[in-house]
DNA sequence: ATAGGGGTTCCACTTGGTGGAAGGTCAATG
DNA sequence: CATTGACCTTCCACCAAGTGGAACCCCTAT
């Protein structure tokens, strides 16, 4: 199978599976003509990465993931490890996103957003009285 | 003020204030011996820069923000309307990650993370039988 | 003079691809 | 047989937002 059938089948642009190929995530064969073959597993190995990219494991955890996917002696505590660490990680960030996203829409919901200068945004941005004189000063 | 006093004082590493210079966020003058020379106003951008990107504004989105804060005859509309944008960014991005980790979770949660091989991780992940069918033949 | 703790530049690397140029292959058509 | 168009190939550059390191300069103190 050509590249091209490949990326309509497994919704994966050709590009990004040249790029897999190049990190060495999926090995097609070639073709006499240079052309990259790909088999049956590459196919299910890239509707895989494709799967698991969409639920955000890295590219690392892909490779690992991947590995344990194609290992009959793997352990499901293994497989659980990777993701409970991504699940983590990505509370991590929500916890962030979160926090970011109060802050900012409290100053939000501040401006008046008119045609005057003053905006409450630009004032918790900028630097208060007070932090000036402790940047100006030796501190 | 040289670069490491104001490292210190704005809270961002020297390398950082050095790549803000290289794309034109601050314009230090130099001493005669060829460093940096920071003005009070230098640091005071730089600490805006810093809060700035902790509420996670981009780089493109600072550099707006910075042009609208030293603009006498800014509006504050112009301000939210750059908020809001971001605002609407960090939601997506919210949602996004809160999708991942429903899913995730719902995973995590069915396998048993022990010796065996099966998991229902790996089973989500990869393709289905009837997937694999639509893989391989034509479709 | 030499050690240290500044500072400088430049280049490479990170993540996960994406865009584009230059060119080879193949099937079908004129 | 030549050519067109859709494929495919490689390679190089670019994105965000820095970070790490090497090689080298400057200044002060001993």
């Known amino acids: 199978m050509n590249i091209g059938e490949v990326a309509e089948r497994s919704g994966l642009p050709a590009k990004t599976i040249r790029y897999y190929e190049d990190i060495g995530l999926v090995k097609p064969l070639r073709s006499a003509n240079g052309y990259r073959s790909f088999r049956d597993r590459d196919v299910h190995k890239l509707a895989f990465l494709g799967r698991a990219r969409a639920l955000g494991f890295s590219i690392e ?3 690992n993931l991947l590995k344990l996917y194609e290992d009959d002696h793997r352990t499901s505590a293994e497989v659980k490890h990777i993701a409970e660490d991504h699940l983590d990680r990505i509370d991590r ?37 007070e932090e000036i004189a402790l940047l100006n000063e030796a501190g």
Chains 1, 2 share one sequence.
């Open 61 to 63: 955890d892909c490779r």
């Open 93 to 129: 960030k929500i916890a962030e996103l979160t926090h970011m996203r109060a802050t900012l829409a409290h100053l939000v919901d501040a401006c008046a957003g008119d045609h005057r200068p003053d905006c409450p945004i630009l004032a918790d941005l900028a630097p208060t009285q």
